[in-house]
């Protein structure tokens, strides 16, 4: 099938050309020294480190932001190196994001902050990990975990990074589940208002799908976190033999490879965003990405293949985990990895927040900011070592498995 890479109109490249001839592209971007900051004493923007570009440090910098690399994406328990990883997934959004970013005049540091930060609390295994804890957690407190939450939580709670509320507020909103049409920033003033949100999330689970970004950066990357995963996931499921290949799934009138997707989903959001206040794709794309997506979740995330394990062996696993660490908490084995591993590793982390962890947090709570910081490996070998008497075999699929067959 040919491939069909879309372009932007001559006359608004011509219109783009001229803007930054004569220095008068539109700017609707965020501006680093309007940036708020819990301690606005700190972290102030100087002539070579701007307000976000030190939150992209310091996100990079953040204790947690290396356990990405072996965090579920999609496919879990598949040792293949071609297979994404929730690190590659942050900077593929940063990347894509950036690009649309920088033709629409954006704040590029402020993208890219949001964008390497919004996953940072995620979950092992995926999105079924993140519904696993989910339902201990209710079930024991009657507040529900969402890993858009969690992400400032790391950032913002366990962790003292004094990040930007706009930064926060981008991460937030990311909600790569719910596709919007047209994405309109809706201004957040205070911290204040910005605690009030994320206490709804914790109380009511479907608040996050009423959060929307402060930000044309954040609405942005909101986009682009769709943009990265709809045709990669795709390209995964090949590597996986989930599909013979990921033109299988269709084109829907965007593309049928991943590059083809991003490429013409980047050029019809800039043709229809440029010098907006807001970001927007035509009615043609927007129904193709929709369709695009809802093939992904009957031909890849759905099918039994990529479910049954999580939800026979995954969710057994990190229920009974969750209650053996709550024990341990509530009766102060100190010899627990919890406390070894976790509370006493937060303690002594330079990033560590004001109030003392341990002493200021809710037993559930830790159990949950432990679990949620797992990799996928480290939660495996955690419940072997839990529990070494379980006759438990999780089977991963292996590198040469194509050649025994």
């Known amino acids: 099938m040919a491939k069909n890479y879309e372009k932007l109109s001559p006359e608004l490249s011509e219109r783009i050309r001229e803007d930054i001839r004569n220095n008068t592209r539109p700017s609707f971007a965020a501006k680093g020294s309007d940036a708020l900051r819990r301690d606005p004493t700190a972290d102030k923007e100087t002539v070579w480190r701007g307000a976000y570009a030190r939150d992209v440090d310091k996100i990079m910098y953040s204790p947690f932001y290396n356990r990405y690399t072996d965090k579920t994406q999609v496919f879990s328990f598949y040792k293949n190196d071609d297979i994404t990883r929730r690190a590659l997934h942050v900077q593929l959004v940063s990347r894509i994001a950036r690009s649309i970013g920088s033709a629409l005049n954006l704040n590029l540091d402020l993208i890219e902050a949001i964008a390497l930060g919004h996953d940072i609390g995620h979950t092992p295994f995926g999105h079924a990990g993140e519904k696993f804890i989910s339902e201990v957690y209710h079930a024991e407190t009657g507040r529900y975990f969402n890993h858009n939450v969690h992400s400032v939580r790391v950032l913002d709670g366990m962790f003292d990074h004094n990040l930007a509320l706009d930064t926060l507020n981008g991460i937030i909103t990311h909600n790569g589940e719910f596709e919007m049409h047209h994405y309109e920033p809706k201004p957040m003033k205070t911290f204040a208002e910005y605690d009030a949100?994320?206490?709804?999330?914790?109380?009511h689970e479907a608040n996050i799908l009423t959060t929307l970004p402060s930000t044309l950066e954040g609405c942005v990357v909101r986009i682009c976190d769709i943009i990265a995963?709809?045709?990669?996931?795709?390209?995964?499921?090949?590597?996986?033999?989930?599909?013979?290949?990921?033109?299988?799934?269709?084109?829907?009138?965007?593309?049928?490879?991943?590059?083809?997707?991003?490429?013409?989903?980047?050029?019809?959001?800039?043709?229809?965003?440029y010098a907006k206040p807001y970001i927007c794709m035509d009615e043609e794309h927007f129904l193709g990405m929709q369709a695009a997506?809802?093939?992904?979740?009957?031909?890849?995330?759905?099918?039994?293949?990529?479910?049954?394990?999580?939800?026979?062996?995954?969710?057994?696993?990190?229920?009974?985990?969750?209650?053996?660490?709550?024990s341990d908490l509530k009766n102060g084995v100190t010899s627990s990895p919890i406390f070894k591993h976790h509370v006493d590793f937060i303690a002594n982390h330079h990033y560590k927040a004001k109030k003392p962890y341990f002493e200021s947090t809710e037993p559930n709570q830790i159990v949950v900011d432990y679990m949620a910081s797992m990799t996928d490996d480290y939660c495996i070998e955690l419940y072997h070592f839990l529990f070494p008497n379980d006759n438990v075999d999780f089977k991963y699929h292996g590198y040469f498995e194509d050649l025994y067959q």
């Open 293 to 326: 997506k809802r093939t992904n979740y009957d031909m890849i995330y759905k099918v039994d293949k990529v479910q049954r394990v999580l939800d026979v062996q995954v969710r057994p696993l990190m229920q009974k985990m969750y209650y053996k660490l709550l």
């Open 197 to 203: 949100m994320v206490e709804s999330c914790y109380v």
């Open 229 to 273: 995963y709809l045709g990669k996931d795709r390209q995964d499921a090949e590597f996986a033999k989930l599909i013979e290949n990921d033109s299988d799934l269709g084109d829907e009138g965007i593309g049928t490879i991943n590059s083809e997707i991003i490429n013409n989903l980047e050029v019809n959001i800039i043709e229809n965003s």
